[in-house]
């Protein structure tokens, strides 16, 4: 079993107000604060494995609910993992079972990293307005400049774009500079008000094997 958490804390938003060209890490900082305070969230992204591309799909509900779910090709049906407080639980189709404690504890750590609360951001630069998968969404971009490269498609940058209705992020992209250049990764953001992660009942502990 292997979990596909990624740190989900990022993002975003801004004011219209600031320049493009500024730095706008402390609005980045408010803004994660913001979406961490709500009731739920949702990222989707897509990793390349051994057998091919397996969509992810992870529902969060702070301070410590996760359900995982993953399809891919390769797979039967869909594989999942919760998450519930400090129970833990694998499975598909409607039919899970308690992880062991040493798993358990595995995935504790990770979401306990993917929904902590930053205290400090720096980097972040705005790009005002920007158009991305044909909406206008604020951006902001974090390159790391510490080891600066002189080749654009050498370069690696992170750029939120962010709902300017609503003030959460709508994206999470980690891409070269170069022009039309591909995203390494692409993470979506959703809100949908109807997640809930209850503990299956009855599960039966995992038996290793």
Excluded: W
């Excluded at 730095?23 to 091919?52: H, M």
């Excluded at 400090?120 to 604020?138: A, I, P, S």
């Amino acid at each position: 079993m292997r979990l596909f958490v990624i740190a989900a804390a990022v993002l975003a938003a801004a004011t219209p107000a600031s320049a493009a060209g500024t730095d706008c890490s402390a609005d980045v900082l408010v803004a994660i604060q913001k979406q961490l305070a709500l009731k739920s969230f949702r990222i989707e992204f897509t990793q390349p494995t051994a057998e091919g591309e397996a969509h992810m799909k992870i529902d969060y509900v702070p301070p410590m609910k996760m359900l995982q779910t993953v399809t891919s090709p390769a797979m039967p049906g869909e594989q999942q993992t919760m998450l519930v407080n400090d129970r833990a639980f694998s499975g598909s189709g409607g039919s899970f079972e308690e992880l062991q404690p040493q798993f358990t504890q595995s995935i504790v750590a990770e979401v306990t990293s993917a929904l902590a609360r930053p205290t400090k951001l720096e980097g972040y630069e705005c790009l005002g307005t920007v158009k991305y998968e044909d909406q206008d969404l604020f951006g902001y971009r974090f390159e790391d400049k510490t080891h600066p490269q002189t080749d654009p498609s050498k370069a690696i940058a992170r750029t939120i774009y962010v709902d300017p209705k609503s003030g959460l992020p709508a994206y999470n992209v980690i891409a070269s500079l170069a022009a039309g250049a591909k995203p390494l990764r692409e993470v979506k953001y959703s809100y949908p008000t109807d997640i809930e992660i209850v503990a299956p009942t009855n599960a039966p502990v995992q038996k290793l094997r």
